[in-house]
Structures are given as structure tokens and as C-alpha cells.
């Protein structure tokens, strides 16, 4: 007996903008600046089609633009090492040949190198913030020490 895969849904905007948790207009944006395709076979004149994977897509792109707080040009390049990587490892699960396993490999650091950066980016400009903050928070308890022995 062999499973036959559910033919995948076709979204319109709204609705993957809806599940992904954000408008139609954000959604032909990441379109225009090339974050998203622009949707399944759309022809001239035709509305956009999306699937769960572009549901998926842009999700994954508004937890990274929220959590990194990254440029668009900075996301466009961590996700462009993600669709890399992936392809890599999807090439990987296929090949049992260690030459070619070991090639697969090395060609994975260099986008895990462009991700690192980027991250590493932002915690560094999060750990000069927080030191900061805590620079703030050090004076001012200060001052009120200073406030409670006058």
C-alpha cells in the first residue's frame, strides 16, 4: 500500500498574509525586494498563488526581522545562506559517496559563516546596549545613594 502525498493548498495573499501574521501589502513587499517569490505560477494578470512553504517562509522571515533586527538588504542575505544550506543538505541525504559528503560539507561553512557574522553583529550591538543600560542603572543608584545621605 503506498501513501499518496495531499496535493498541496494554494493560498491566496490574504490568506497566507493572515497565517503568517501580517498584510497583503508586507507580503508584495518582500516580493518586490526579493525576500519572497511571487507566488506558484502566476501568470500575467492572475492572482498569486502561495503554498504552506511560502506560509513557512514568511514567518520564518518576521522572526528573524523581530528577533535579529536585521536591514532587509542583512535578511535578504542570512536567508539567501538558509536556502543554500538547505539545498545542501537536501543534496547531502542523497549522496552516500564521502567524497561527495565531504564536499557538501565544506560548502555548507561558508553560508554558516554568513549567518555567524550577522548574529554575531547583533549581539555585539545588543551587549553594547545592555552595557549601557547598566551603566545608566549603576549612576543612578548612585545618585539616589548620594539623595538618601543628604
Do not use: F, N
Not at 498584510?23 to 498569486?48: M, V
Not at 528573524?64 to 538547505?86: K, P, T
Amino acid at each position: 500500500m503506498s501513501a499518496i502525498a495531499a496535493p498541496e493548498r494554494s493560498l491566496r495573499i490574504g490568506e497566507l498574509a493572515d497565517m503568517a501574521g501580517t498584510t497583503p501589502r508586507t507580503i508584495r513587499y518582500y516580493e518586490e525586494i526579493g525576500l519572497l517569490g511571487g507566488g506558484i505560477d502566476r501568470a500575467q494578470g492572475k492572482h498569486r498563488a502561495y503554498t504552506d512553504a511560502d506560509v513557512q517562509r514568511v514567518r520564518e522571515i518576521i522572526r528573524l526581522r523581530d528577533l535579529l533586527g536585521l536591514s532587509l538588504d542583512q535578511l535578504r542575505e542570512l536567508l539567501e545562506a538558509e536556502s543554500a544550506r538547505a539545498h545542501l543538505r537536501a543534496e547531502l541525504q542523497q549522496t552516500e559517496a564521502p567524497a561527495e559528503r565531504r564536499r557538501i560539507l565544506e560548502e555548507l561553512g561558508p553560508h554558516i559563516d554568513t549567518q555567524l557574522k550577522l548574529v554575531r553583529s547583533r549581539l555585539s550591538e545588543l551587549s553594547d546596549l545592555a552595557a549601557e543600560l547598566e551603566d545608566k542603572q549603576r549612576l543612578v543608584a548612585a545618585r539616589i545613594a548620594e539623595l538618601s545621605t543628604a
